[in-house]
């Protein structure tokens, strides 16, 4: 295949898919802002407890060819004051602080604060690295070896990082191809029932860790140093400016992991490869970093020993804030032909790659008259994105208790987030598309949601598709009571039935929340596109009759009914 060198993004080649449209855009612009960052943890004992350790880590300045963060102003305060207080650098270069109560009150408090000037330039980078890579320095090696959690050592890992990289001559493109594997293979679970590469490899599935963790592994066995970044994101959304109209992004406010990886030109480059390459928007705060997750434990850790007669364990519970005091983005987006299936933005790039072109979907099936009067709906069916953190209280998340030693044990953060949008307002409509490749009969749309508060009523509206957007309407399910909701913590399904008969034939339709009243309703969202399409969930307006906005991530929803052999 004849070489190209380019300007260019995302180079993703989709290896061992069917046909899908490629989902790739060539980012340009700038993110700047001021921030007040705020932790607020309160630790709860119980009778029994005879020593409390709590640890964090001072978040560093951090510079790379695009991401940037400036830390200024760190405070931490403990009430009451711990027995024994120490600061330490540790191998990997961070300053640890951690704080000790010996017979622990019932409650502790602690308060960490501080500024961070974050910055993201998005414009064009020029990395020449060829691959395979040689000569790594000496202190970069140590992020070339496997581990428990990144097993880059292990046969499959290692064939199927040989198969991405066939014919690769250049480290960016080496990259791109993992990075496209990942995206389009790996589908965002909160929680799985592990966090290491091979699960996510063999499952499909796994959350910020793993998408972290498998990337690593692939690059890895292929030479390429990559270290794993523990921070924190910010839900503050942002605007992606492109032709057709805005995409809109935003995360869970909450603890994340991500990577980055080494260039010898460029030095450590940040990557989130759940959706983006070569760089990380300014609403992450980079804390820790380290060859896994298993490592990077060290802020937010809690260890303590108890006797054998203690009724229970500590919990802890954590409050994050980020307070904009100023914010600037300019960002645009060029959608590109090429690329994965799954949305992923990268800036401009030159780098010598391969072009390979992705086809567009196949058309649903057509289904004549004369076969429609012979379907026969016999038999039940559930679809949609159906995976989410059901009835999980996310001021107390789970987080497993590991025993050190005999009476010693251990927590570590929480990687738990709260991924929902506030779906009642009266100035904003949203719409889930969903897409079916064969026949049904309708009877249920179950929506992941959690009642704050409130009154009024809840319905569905379903719509047909009108170019990729909510078009005719369909039908209209029950009305629902906001009262009949539960307001304990945690999300769960609310089933919305419609008593006329529906028949849908293969094609993509809409869903879309209605209410009346004030309900204070949040709409639980998974990161990225587990199910539907890029452009298949969106917003507008009340007063607009464009559904020009669209969404990075997709609701968590439920089809119900019968269909066909």
């Given at each position: 295949?004849r070489?190209?060198?380019?300007?260019?993004?995302?180079?993703?080649?989709?290896?061992?898919c069917g046909?899908?449209?490629a989902?790739?855009?060539?980012?340009?612009?700038?993110m700047?802002s001021?921030?007040?960052?705020?932790?607020?943890k309160?630790v709860?004992?119980?009778a029994?407890?005879?020593?409390?350790?709590?640890?964090?880590?001072?978040?560093?300045?951090?510079?790379?060819?695009?991401?940037?963060?400036?830390?200024?102003g760190?405070?931490?305060?403990?009430?009451?004051?711990?027995?024994?207080?120490?600061?330490?650098?540790?191998?990997?270069?961070?300053?640890?602080?951690?704080?000790?109560?010996?017979?622990?009150?019932?409650?502790?408090?602690?308060?960490?604060?501080?500024?961070?000037?974050n910055?993201?330039?998005l414009?064009?980078?020029?990395t020449?690295?060829?691959f395979?890579?040689?000569?790594?320095?000496?202190?970069?090696?140590?992020?070339?070896k496997?581990?428990?959690?990144?097993?880059?050592?292990d046969?499959r890992?290692?064939?199927?990082a040989?198969?991405?990289?066939q014919?690769v001559?250049?480290?960016?493109?080496?990259v791109?191809?993992?990075?496209s594997?990942v995206?389009d293979?790996?589908?965002y679970?909160?929680?799985?029932?592990?966090?290491?590469?091979?699960y996510?490899?063999?499952?499909?599935?796994?959350n910020?860790q793993?998408f972290?963790?498998l990337?690593?592994?692939?690059?890895?066995a292929?030479g390429?140093?990559?270290?794993?970044?523990n921070?924190i994101t910010?839900?503050?959304?942002?605007?992606?400016?492109?032709e057709?109209?805005?995409?809109?992004?935003?995360?869970?406010q909450g603890?994340?992991?991500?990577?980055e990886?080494?260039?010898a030109?460029?030095?450590?480059?940040p990557?989130?490869?759940?959706?983006?390459?070569?760089?990380v928007?300014n609403?992450?705060?980079?804390?820790?970093?380290?060859?896994?997750?298993n490592?990077t434990?060290?802020?937010?850790?809690?260890?303590?020993?108890?006797r054998?007669?203690?009724?229970?364990?500590?919990?802890?519970?954590?409050?994050?804030?980020?307070?904009?005091?100023?914010?600037?983005?300019?960002v645009t987006?060029k959608?590109?032909?090429?690329?994965?299936k799954n949305?992923?933005?990268?800036?401009?790039?030159?780098?010598?790659f391969k072009k390979?072109?992705?086809?567009?979907?196949?058309p649903?099936p057509?289904?004549?008259?004369?076969?429609r009067?012979?379907?026969?709906?016999d038999?039940p069916?559930?679809?949609?994105?159906?995976?989410?953190?059901?009835?999980?209280?996310?001021?107390?998340?789970?987080?497993?208790?590991?025993?050190?030693?005999?009476?010693?044990?251990?927590?570590?953060?929480?990687?738990?987030?709260e991924?929902?949008e506030y779906?009642t307002?009266?100035?904003?409509?949203?719409a889930?598309?969903?897409?079916?490749?064969?026949?049904?009969?309708?009877?249920?749309v179950?929506?992941a949601?959690?009642k704050?508060?409130?009154?009024?009523?809840?319905?569905i509206d379903?719509?047909?598709?009108n170019?990729?957007?909510?078009?005719?309407?369909?039908?209209t399910?029950?009305?629902?009571?906001?009262d009949?909701?539960?307001?304990?913590?945690?999300y769960?399904?609310?089933?919305?039935e419609?008593?006329?008969?529906?028949?849908l034939?293969?094609?993509s339709?809409?869903?879309?929340l209605?209410?009346?009243?004030?309900?204070?309703l949040?709409?639980?969202?998974?990161?990225?596109?587990?199910?539907g399409?890029?452009?298949?969930t969106?917003?507008k307006g009340?007063?607009?009759?464009?559904?020009?906005?669209?969404?990075?991530?997709?609701?968590?929803?439920?089809?119900?009914?019968?269909t066909?052999?």
């Amino acid at each position: 295949m004849r070489k190209l060198y380019l300007w260019m993004t995302a180079v993703l080649i989709l290896l061992c898919c069917g046909p899908a449209a490629a989902e790739n855009y060539t980012v340009d612009g700038e993110m700047g802002s001021q921030i007040r960052f705020e932790i607020a943890k309160s630790v709860t004992t119980v009778a029994g407890v005879t020593k409390l350790t709590l640890s964090f880590v001072v978040p560093p300045t951090f510079q790379s060819p695009t991401y940037n963060q400036e830390i200024r102003g760190f405070e931490m305060k403990f009430s009451p004051s711990p027995q024994d207080e120490k600061k330490k650098v540790n191998e990997r270069g961070h300053e640890v602080i951690t704080a000790t109560w010996i017979k622990p009150p019932k409650t502790i408090d602690v308060r960490l604060s501080f500024n961070a000037a974050n910055t993201t330039q998005l414009k064009a980078l020029d990395t020449g690295v060829p691959f395979p890579l040689k000569d790594v320095p000496e202190d970069i090696q140590y992020y070339l070896k496997a581990t428990e959690q990144v097993q880059s050592g292990d046969a499959r890992i290692s064939k199927l990082a040989r198969e991405l990289t066939q014919g690769v001559t250049t480290e960016f493109d080496a990259v791109q191809r993992i990075l496209s594997y990942v995206i389009d293979h790996v589908r965002y679970v909160t929680p799985p029932a592990k966090y290491d590469a091979l699960y996510s490899l063999d499952s499909g599935k796994g959350n910020c860790q793993n998408f972290s963790h498998l990337a690593a592994a692939l690059m890895r066995a292929e030479g390429i140093p990559v270290r794993i970044v523990n921070g924190i994101t910010l839900n503050k959304a942002f605007d992606l400016k492109r032709e057709g109209g805005v995409l809109t992004f935003k995360m869970g406010q909450g603890r994340h992991s991500w990577i980055e990886v080494w260039f010898a030109d460029l030095g450590w480059v940040p990557f989130d490869p759940q959706q983006t390459a070569m760089f990380v928007s300014n609403r992450y705060i980079r804390i820790e970093t380290g060859a896994d997750n298993n490592e990077t434990v060290n802020d937010g850790l809690m260890r303590w020993a108890q006797r054998k007669d203690s009724p229970g364990e500590p919990n802890a519970q954590e409050t994050i804030n980020g307070d904009f005091s100023d914010d600037k983005v300019t960002v645009t987006g060029k959608r590109q032909d090429y690329g994965p299936k799954n949305l992923l933005l990268v800036p401009y790039v030159k780098a010598e790659f391969k072009k390979i072109e992705v086809l567009p979907p196949p058309p649903p099936p057509v289904i004549t008259e004369e076969e429609r009067k012979e379907l026969r709906f016999d038999l039940p069916f559930t679809y949609g994105n159906l995976d989410f953190p059901e009835n999980i209280d996310f001021a107390f998340p789970p987080t497993p208790v590991v025993s050190r030693d005999k009476g010693n044990f251990q927590k570590t953060k929480s990687f738990f987030v709260e991924t929902a949008e506030y779906v009642t307002t009266k100035l904003t409509q949203y719409a889930q598309v969903f897409v079916l490749k064969k026949p049904i009969q309708l009877n249920k749309v179950g929506l992941a949601v959690h009642k704050f508060g409130g009154d009024g009523q809840l319905w569905i509206d379903l719509f047909k598709d009108n170019n990729g957007k909510p078009g005719e309407p369909i039908s209209t399910s029950d009305m629902i009571n906001l009262d009949d909701l539960s307001e304990k913590p945690g999300y769960r399904w609310q089933d919305f039935e419609f008593r006329d008969t529906i028949t849908l034939m293969p094609g993509s339709y809409w869903i879309g929340l209605g209410f009346t009243g004030s309900p204070v309703l949040n709409w639980f969202y998974t990161y990225g596109k587990p199910v539907g399409p890029v452009e298949g969930t969106r917003y507008k307006g009340v007063y607009e009759e464009d559904w020009s906005g669209a969404l990075s991530y997709e609701f968590n929803y439920r089809v119900m009914g019968m269909t066909t052999k």
